[in-house]
């Protein structure tokens, strides 16, 4: 089963609860998922490999580590995976990225894809997947889907907020990928939004309600 981590980090903890508030502007919004984007960012790559090099300090010859070098990929779940990437690629400059489009149809609550463009050797990278919410999972299960068709084999998946059934959905179709998120929360409402959650990601980052 997929191994459910909540980054309890306290920086993560404070700037989720301003995050969360109804007033927040778009402005500090966006300025506040980019910062937790980038602390998680920091968390989810903590098992990178490392390799030992010599360098020239100005005193003497150190060994030290720098990174081995394993190939990255961010992806992120349209629209409101967007506001993640920044801060992801603030701290690993080297990803590629990847955006695979789903919105849910507001009726079905089903998930509907409508664009996928992918590093050509997503196969070959570790895939770091991106979305602020987990409520269903519908939407995440699918984009993983995508990825899996496209030959990726080692994904996480990285949410701001999750809701259990979205974390038992994702367990039961892709037992395989880590979820990683800053919080677990109550479950979902009628309209299937997480409680007591966000509200709408996207909407919220974009202004567009
Ligand atoms: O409270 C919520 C719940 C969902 N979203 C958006 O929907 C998808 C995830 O929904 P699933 O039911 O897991 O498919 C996510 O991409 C968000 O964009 C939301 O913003 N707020
Ligand atoms: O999942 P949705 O429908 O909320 O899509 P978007 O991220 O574009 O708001
Ligand atoms: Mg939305």
Same mark, same amino acid.
């Given at each position: !089963?997929?191994?459910?981590?909540? !980054? #309890?980090?306290?920086?993560?903890?404070?700037?989720?609860?301003?995050?969360?508030?109804?007033?927040?502007?778009?402005?500090?919004?966006?300025?506040?998922?980019?910062?937790?984007?980038? /602390? !998680?960012? %920091?968390?989810?790559? =903590?098992?990178?490999?490392?390799?030992?090099?010599?360098?020239?300090?100005?005193?003497?010859?150190?060994?030290?580590?720098?990174?081995?070098?394993?190939?990255?990929? +961010?992806?992120?779940? /349209?629209?409101?995976?967007?506001? !993640?990437?920044?801060?992801? +690629?603030?701290?690993?400059?080297?990803?590629?990225?990847?955006?695979?489009?789903? %919105?849910?149809?507001?009726?079905?609550?089903?998930?509907?894809?409508?664009?996928?463009?992918?590093?050509?050797?997503?196969?070959?990278?570790?895939? /770091? +997947?991106?979305?602020?919410?987990?409520?269903?999972?519908?939407?995440?299960?699918?984009?993983?889907?995508?990825?899996?068709?496209?030959?990726?084999?080692?994904?996480?998946?990285?949410?701001?907020?999750?809701?259990?059934?979205?974390?038992? =959905?994702?367990?039961?179709?892709?037992? #395989?990928?880590?979820?990683?998120?800053?919080?677990?929360?109550?479950?979902?409402?009628?309209?299937?939004?997480?409680?007591?959650? /966000?509200? #709408?990601?996207? #909407?919220?980052?974009?202004?567009?309600?």
């Amino acid at each position: !089963m997929a191994k459910l981590t909540i !980054m #309890d980090h306290p920086l993560i903890q404070h700037k989720l609860s301003l995050i969360r508030q109804k007033d927040r502007g778009a402005k500090e919004f966006r300025e506040l998922v980019e910062e937790v984007a980038m /602390l !998680m960012a %920091y968390e989810v790559t =903590r098992h990178l490999p490392l390799k030992e090099v010599e360098i020239e300090t100005p005193v003497a010859i150190a060994k030290t580590n720098i990174l081995a070098g394993k190939k990255l990929g +961010v992806v992120a779940i /349209l629209r409101a995976g967007l506001g !993640m990437i920044s801060g992801f +690629v603030k701290l690993i400059p080297a990803a590629k990225i990847g955006h695979i489009g789903i %919105y849910r149809d507001p009726d079905t609550l089903e998930p509907v894809e409508y664009f996928s463009k992918l590093p050509q050797d997503v196969a070959d990278r570790e895939i /770091l +997947v991106v979305d602020p919410m987990l409520a269903t999972g519908g939407s995440a299960s699918a984009a993983l889907s995508v990825l899996k068709n496209k030959g990726a084999r080692q994904i996480k998946l990285v949410v701001l907020v999750a809701a259990p059934e979205g974390v038992a =959905r994702i367990q039961k179709d892709h037992p #395989d990928v880590e979820i990683f998120t800053a919080a677990l929360d109550e479950g979902l409402n009628d309209h299937a939004y997480i409680i007591p959650g /966000l509200g #709408d990601a996207g #909407d919220r980052f974009f202004g567009t309600k």
